[in-house]
């Protein structure tokens, strides 16, 4: 780690103007900073403290959304009574991530912001290109080991993928994401690699995330999230899903459903075409694994991550029968 300078930041607008400044970083929960600086990804000059500011840690349950500030911490989150009975996906999207210890400190903002685990980013001493950390240096993926590489939303340039567990349910329930000055959808806030992938999200100089905002709904509250990985703690999703489920007055019938997908693209992405396919049907095992295919049309594998393929429909399916099963055991 390089020296760098530190501002606690009186306000948010000053926050706002000290991070327009090159080489400045915002400092909230510390937890993903501090382990990007130790790796030598990040070099701030001015490190913009903004963890103790006011009003940006709040969470707040009314009749037709759920708000939670930036600075809110993930175990707070998750332990909420109102996310766990309106938006349990979210609240178990959040335990599944990190460590206790992690999710004590961590912020939803700074959750939101974490950057790639991929091996190649951050290792800049042994692998130098990199077209996320470096603007075009290259891709040391391709060719390279990519067992936890995605296999939707890449491109030449780029072949990582998004680590976020609590994102996959933002997407999938239509969070939007307040930066103060304006508020932008969660499914269009990150970016696809194409050939830029150093610009992950829409955020502009200056810009920061404030808060998120999630409607309720039937869905919603009717949700889960399934994540599969290599061990069962502290590790990342080498599939995950994001489901919530709604029924017509017959209790068989699909009115709703909200898919999304983790671990396996390059930003956290709704399988649109799942819905689609499951809107108005009945469910039964066949319908929801004939559907749950349909998320990986343009699926591209490199070698180690071809597994994934596979992986993924069998997580959504499963994550489906999880919210469709009635309470005597079989689909409703």
Request: hydrophobic share 40%.
């Amino acid at each position: 780690m390089r020296d760098f300078s530190y501002l606690r930041a009186a306000t948010l607008d000053e926050a706002r103007q000290a991070v327009l400044q090159a080489g400045a970083s915002i400092l909230a929960g510390g937890t993903t900073l501090i382990d990007l600086a130790k790796c030598g990804v990040a070099e701030p000059e001015t490190v913009v403290d903004i963890s103790h500011l006011k009003g940006l840690s709040g969470i707040e349950v009314t009749p037709s959304s759920v708000t939670i500030g930036a600075l809110s911490r993930m175990s707070d989150v998750a332990d909420h009574a109102g996310i766990k009975s309106e938006l349990p996906a979210v609240s178990e999207s959040l335990l599944l991530a990190a460590s206790a210890q992690l999710r004590n400190m961590a912020t939803i903002g700074g959750n939101v912001m974490q950057r790639t685990r991929c091996p190649y980013f951050r290792d800049p001493g042994t692998f130098p290109a990199c077209n996320k950390r470096n603007p075009g240096s290259g891709c040391s993926a391709l060719g390279g080991i990519t067992r936890n590489h995605a296999v939707l939303g890449t491109s030449e340039h780029c072949l990582a993928s998004n680590p976020g567990d609590l994102a996959v349910a933002l997407v999938a329930f239509d969070a939007v994401v307040d930066l103060g000055s304006r508020r932008v959808p969660f499914d269009e806030f990150f970016l696809l690699p194409g050939d830029t992938p150093d610009r992950e999200t829409v955020l502009q100089p200056g810009e920061m995330i404030v808060g998120l905002s999630i409607p309720k709904s039937a869905a919603a509250k009717n949700s889960t999230y399934l994540k599969v990985r290599d061990r069962q703690s502290y590790e990342f999703a080498a599939a995950s899903a994001a489901v919530g489920l709604e029924l017509e007055d017959d209790g068989r019938t699909v009115r709703d459903i909200r898919v999304a997908l983790g671990g396996v693209a390059t930003k956290p992405l709704r399988a649109r075409a799942v819905e689609q396919a499951l809107i108005g049907k009945v469910l039964d095992a066949s319908t929801i694994k004939t559907a749950s295919l349909l998320a990986m049309e343009g699926a591209v594998a490199q070698g180690d991550n071809t597994y994934k393929i596979d992986l993924a429909p069998r997580v959504i399916a499963r994550a489906i029968e999880t919210v469709s099963t009635d309470k005597s055991g079989g689909l409703a």
